[in-house]
């Protein structure tokens, strides 16, 4: 059985000025690598022959599989393992015929047709990608982002092929890689294929020392968030008591939530982030974002506002956050109005996990690719989804994090689990940045959860349940205030509405929360 977790693919034109290319690959070996394909665009026969010949040696020593890139006469000359073929190379039926029984085929894929081709002609492993952007490959076709792979994973169960993603990972994005490279039947990855970030060392032995240390890490805690709790540790009174633990612990510790948001409701935001009891901080330079990453408690990114310098703060404070393993509350505000939107929401997610996306039911359709209901700019049209319990849960699971749909009935998801939520008024929509508010609050409370779960010797690991509750108490804290708010006497409409919020965002008791709140979990 191979181990394909860390599969180097060589590239000698890499290798640093004065650095051997076999010093180079048995460093690599010493240093975790578990599977060499060794890649020779350029080299004539006699030449790619003679290194071949050597790295199996080196590859030996170290049980080691060595597998040739699309050459299978070199692949018998050296008695390789196997081989592995491109899309423009030799048909996976005649590599079979000519290579000795049990040898590894791998097929590179792009997209589900050639993956599902891939199974049916019977490839061993496939190699998904490029799920990065990548400067030692001339690419032809499209980068699917981890995401991507997600999708395509999914087509690999019930059968027995491996899966290694290529194209672009790094230390930096590896765990990312991972965690947003899983079906939604949770098929994962078997491994990572990894070429400049191991060749271009000077010191490979220590960069695949800490690539297999990320993996084993992956591994053995489940990642950036825990998996999916069953629907039987939840009911409506363990959740209420869930998220009055939680308002508690905002209160107590005044938890500093880092907000990129919207222009149009900044004040309003950082407001109600205070009437909480959490501390906003409305920083979006990049230059900042590493720096709040390590004092924050919560990171809220909301691209109301969608600048260019707002947008490269979004970028690096999403990847900050999940390297400090603090919770990310996304919302992908308008993103069906415009292909820009669409675009910066994809590499968004591509490039670092959220902890809770929060949309209405426009936005979550235009993010997972639904016609069923339209978006207006910022709202939604239509008569909504058939089945909103369903698309909330499967949404979750695709984008592994819970998931909030808000409207007049609000559905938070875990992706197995879902709330109902009714609670709220009318005059919410008639107030700018109502929305923006909403993701205040979800962000202060999964601050608040942050909190909790530092204090209960799980060594500050975030699990979901944890942003869950989370998601469901910022909810609920808006929705019971707004409640509270428009009932006051003071209150004439929209312009007295939002000032009477704030107070009684501030003023929310226990017991508000457990009269009032309307709730189902499914």
Not at 58 to 77: E, K, T
Request: with cysteine.
């Amino acid at each position: 059985m191979i181990d394909y977790s860390l599969y180097l693919v060589t590239g000698r034109e890499l290798l640093p000025q004065g650095q051997d290319y076999f010093d180079s690959l048995e460093q690599s070996l010493q240093g975790g690598v578990t599977v060499v394909q060794i890649r020779e665009k350029n080299t004539d026969t006699r030449e790619f022959l003679d290194i071949a010949s050597k790295s199996k040696i080196i590859c030996d020593r170290y049980n080691v599989p060595l597998i040739v890139n699309d050459r299978v006469d070199i692949a018998l000359a050296v008695q390789a393992t196997g081989v592995h073929i491109g899309q423009t190379d030799m048909p996976v039926s005649v590599a079979r015929k000519l290579l000795p029984g049990g040898s590894v085929i791998g097929v590179s894929c792009n997209n589900l047709q050639e993956l599902e081709k891939a199974i049916t002609d019977g490839a061993d492993y496939v190699g998904i990608g490029a799920v990065w952007s990548t400067s030692t490959k001339n690419l032809d076709k499209p980068v699917i982002g981890v995401r991507g792979v997600g999708e395509l994973l999914q087509k690999l169960d019930g059968t027995p092929v491996k899966a290694v993603a290529i194209g672009g990972i790094k230390a930096q994005n590896l765990l990312r890689t991972l965690h947003g490279s899983v079906s939604t039947t949770n098929r994962a990855l078997d491994g990572v294929a990894v070429v400049s970030e191991i060749v271009t060392s000077t010191r490979p032995r220590e960069a695949a020392a800490s690539l297999c240390k990320i993996l084993s890490a992956f591994r053995n805690s489940g990642a950036i968030l825990k998996a999916m709790r069953t629907r039987s540790e939840y009911n409506v009174e363990s959740v209420l008591n869930g998220v009055i633990r939680i308002m508690a612990c905002v209160r107590e510790h005044n938890p500093l939530v880092h907000q990129i948001t919207n222009n149009v409701s900044i004040t309003q935001s950082a407001n109600a982030t205070i009437a909480l009891g959490a501390s906003p901080i409305m920083a979006t330079t990049a230059q900042e974002m590493e720096d709040i990453s390590r004092i924050n408690e919560a990171l809220l990114v909301n691209i109301g506002t969608l600048v260019s310098t707002a947008y490269e703060g979004m970028v690096l404070a999403g990847s900050c956050a999940n390297a400090q393993k603090k919770p990310v509350v996304f919302d992908p505000v308008g993103v069906g109005a415009s292909r820009f939107r669409k675009g910066a929401v994809n590499t968004l997610l591509n490039t670092w996990q959220a902890s809770v996306i929060k949309g209405n039911a426009g936005e979550l359709a235009a993010l997972a690719g639904s016609n069923e209901v339209q978006s207006k700019g910022v709202d939604s049209i239509g008569s909504g989804f058939r089945d909103p319990v369903a698309f909330v849960r499967n949404v979750a699971q695709k984008e592994r994090c819970v998931v909030v749909m808000s409207g007049k009935t609000d559905y938070i998801s875990d992706g197995t689990n879902v709330a109902i939520l009714s609670n709220g008024h009318e005059l919410l929509g008639r107030i700018t940045g109502s929305g923006c508010v909403a993701g205040s609050c979800i962000a202060s409370y999964c601050a608040g959860a942050m909190n909790l779960a530092q204090g209960e010797d799980r060594e500050g690991k975030l699990v979901l349940g944890d942003v869950f509750l989370g998601a469901i108490g910022g909810i609920l804290a808006l929705t019971i205030s707004a409640e509270l708010a428009a009932m006051r006497e003071d209150v004439k409409g929209p312009g007295t509405f939002f000032p009477a919020l704030i107070d009684e965002l501030s003023m929310l008791s226990t017991r508000n929360i457990r009269e009032r709140a309307r709730i189902q979990i499914l």
